[in-house]
């Protein structure tokens, strides 16, 4: 192989190589154009998103419910009936919902047996209602 011909070899080779280059570095400049584009629009979508989330968590008002509570009376000298504590121990429940008796009955409130001393107590209790 003579000069002129290596020089050509070469002078191809080296056009081979700087093709490659530009290939990749054009690949590259090409995914970072699309990058570019398609970054912005994600973010764009996620802020959105939040935002939903954001509004959708902040929708409620408040409302009052009407609520009772089982007050223990005296309980004379045997102290209150296992019934009454019970009640008791409910706290305060929605103005609809019952207690039980000592017979196993619901009961709107006291008095829950004979001689029973216990009182009911109301409130309004301001709740949360979603929308």
Sequence with gaps: MGIFQRREARGLLTK???HRRLRRV?????LENLAAVVAPLVVVEA?????????AK???YYDYENVKRWVL???GRSGNCETCIENADQEWIPDDDVFIDSSGDPIDGPPAHPNCTCELEYKEKRVRVYA
């Design 47 to 55: 802020i959105n998103e939040l935002a939903e989330l954001l509004e």
């Design 58 to 60: 902040g929708e409620y």
């Design 26 to 30: 054009g690949t590259e400049a090409a």
């Design 73 to 75: 009376g005296a309980g």
């Design 16 to 18: 081979r190589i700087q």
